[in-house]
Structures are given as C-alpha cells and as structure tokens.
C-alpha cells in the first residue's frame, strides 16, 4: 500500500489559509500590545503637566562649561581603561564557559551547569554588581573593572556559544571521516569559523562596556559616570553637560571604529 505524508497536505493548508494565521499573529500581538500599556498605568494629564519641568531641567544643561574638559578627558580615559581590561578578562574567561554550553560539544550535564552559570550572571544588573565590587574594593576604577568583568561573562559566553554551535556540521564530520583527532577538529574545523564572530563580538561588548562603565561610575566605581554624578548631585549641570558631549564624542568614534573592523571581520 503507498503511503502519502501528511507533509504535503499540511503545507497546501498553511499555505491556502495564511492570510488567516497572519490575521491570529497580529490579533495576539494587540492584545499584548493593549495589556501591556494598561500595566503602565499611564497618567496623560499628569504626562502633559510634567513638560515644563522636563525642558526648565534641559535648558540648566547648557551652554556646557568648557573649563572641565580636561576633568573630563581625564575620567573618560579611566573609563576605556576600565571596558578594556574588563572585556579582556570577561572575553578570555568566556570562552572555557562557552564551550562547556555548546550543544555541538559539550555533554548534557555540563551544558545544563553552564547555561545555569550564563543566566545567573546576566540576572543581575551591572549596577548591583557595580555595588557589590565597590564594598568589595573599595571607590574606584578596580570595582568597575571587575564589574564589567563579570557583566561581560554574562553576554560574550552567550555570543561565543551561538557562535560555536552555528559551525557547518558538514565540515567536522569530513574532518572525522579522514581520522582528525579532537584537537585537530577544533584547529582546524572549528576555530576559523568561530574567531571572526566571537571577535566582532568582542569588539561590540567592547564598545557597549564604555557606556555601561559611565553608568557604573554612578554607584562609585570610577570613571567619567563618577564625575558626572558628582556634577549633577552638585547642581552643576553646565559641566555634566561637558561630560556628557565628552563621552559623545568618544563614543561616536569608537563606534565608527569597531563598526568598520567588524565589517573586516565579516569579509575575511
């Protein structure tokens, strides 16, 4: 007797009726949508009368107040210092926890351990681990660094695992099939097609660490977050003002930077 697979005539379906489904996904999402605006309780009167207040606060911003740049290039520097110390560590202790969550490599239990640890990490905000280094530390750039540390595990052992699992499968099994021992695999199966990846990765949470670095200088953990929320616990929001186009400008560039050699890193 042949046998007719049920494949055919579930797509024929799919396919006749997917104006339908589209109609079931966009319903769904308004109704998402409508219930997660009624959990804000938005105050619109309340919203409209608070304008005033929020431009009166805009307008102390300016003109910025120039003679506190140097202040600034100096903080801003401290605040580099500590994204790039503190990715470098998190990057080079990402990688054993990557590999131990790879579905491709690793076995069941230790993936389990590992994604636990990933999540775990990434559950708390860098301002608390912020907090936790500065009593641990003391105020200062070594307790935002440590803290960008651990923040950076968090997400570039993520990166670094989806990285190593969206290796061509087609590509190892060939290297087995002509007797290539496991080191050999990931010389020379696995590694060029992960390291373009987990370095346009790096270089991302690079750029994003100088910004999460400015928030942690919030809770006392150096660079230019400290200075800035000085100037502002101070009333001296003309110089916050500097800070901030400071860390604009620097940023900006640094983006353009890591944009350009993630591009290089795409192509290779």
């Given at each position: 007797?042949?046998?007719?697979?049920?494949?055919?005539?579930?797509?024929q379906?799919?396919?006749?009726y997917s104006?339908?489904?589209?109609?079931?996904i966009?319903?769904?999402?308004g109704?998402?949508y409508?219930?997660?605006l009624?959990?804000l309780?938005?105050?619109?009167?309340l919203?409209?009368?608070?304008?005033?207040?929020?431009i009166?606060?805009?307008?102390?911003?300016?003109?910025p107040?120039?003679?506190?740049?140097n202040?600034?290039?100096?903080?801003?520097?401290?605040t580099?210092?500590m994204?790039?110390?503190?990715t470098?560590?998190?990057?080079?202790?990402?990688?054993?926890?990557?590999i131990?969550?790879a579905?491709?490599?690793?076995?069941?239990?230790?993936?389990?351990?590992?994604?636990?640890?990933?999540?775990?990490?990434?559950?708390v905000?860098?301002?608390i681990?912020?907090?936790?280094?500065v009593a641990?530390?003391g105020?200062?750039?070594?307790a935002?660094?440590?803290?960008?540390?651990?923040?950076t595990i968090?997400?570039?052992?993520k990166?670094?695992?989806?990285?190593?699992?969206a290796v061509?499968?087609?590509?190892?099994?060939?290297?087995?099939v002509?007797g290539?021992?496991?080191?050999q695999?990931a010389?020379?199966?696995?590694?060029?097609?992960?390291?373009p990846?987990?370095?346009?990765?790096t270089?991302w949470m690079?750029e994003?660490?100088?910004?999460?670095?400015?928030v942690?200088?919030?809770v006392?953990?150096g660079?230019?977050g400290?200075k800035l929320?000085g100037?502002?616990?101070g009333?001296e929001?003309?110089?916050?003002?500097?800070m901030?186009l400071?860390?604009?400008v620097?940023?900006?560039?640094i983006?353009?930077?890591?944009?350009?050699?993630?591009?290089?890193?795409?192509?290779?």
């Amino acid at each position: 007797m042949k046998k007719y697979s049920n494949s055919p005539i579930i797509s024929q379906l799919l396919h006749r009726y997917s104006w339908l489904i589209n109609l079931m996904i966009i319903i769904v999402m308004g109704i998402a949508y409508i219930w997660a605006l009624q959990g804000l309780k938005i105050d619109l009167p309340l919203l409209k009368e608070s304008f005033p207040f929020i431009i009166d606060f805009i307008s102390r911003l300016f003109p910025p107040n120039w003679e506190v740049v140097n202040v600034a290039i100096e903080a801003l520097i401290e605040t580099v210092q500590m994204s790039l110390w503190g990715t470098t560590i998190g990057a080079i202790l990402s990688v054993p926890i990557a590999i131990a969550s790879a579905n491709n490599i690793a076995p069941l239990w230790l993936r389990w351990l590992a994604n636990l640890l990933q999540n775990t990490v990434r559950s708390v905000p860098s301002i608390i681990l912020g907090l936790i280094f500065v009593a641990a530390t003391g105020l200062g750039a070594p307790a935002g660094t440590l803290a960008l540390c651990i923040y950076t595990i968090g997400y570039l052992a993520k990166f670094y695992q989806q990285a190593i699992e969206a290796v061509d499968a087609r590509s190892l099994e060939s290297l087995e099939v002509i007797g290539a021992s496991k080191i050999q695999i990931a010389k020379y199966g696995i590694l060029p097609q992960v390291i373009p990846l987990g370095l346009g990765y790096t270089l991302w949470m690079f750029e994003y660490n100088i910004r999460a670095a400015s928030v942690l200088g919030a809770v006392g953990a150096g660079g230019i977050g400290f200075k800035l929320k000085g100037y502002i616990d101070g009333f001296e929001y003309n110089k916050a003002t500097t800070m901030m186009l400071v860390l604009l400008v620097v940023v900006t560039v640094i983006d353009v930077i890591s944009s350009k050699l993630r591009r290089y890193l795409d192509s290779i």
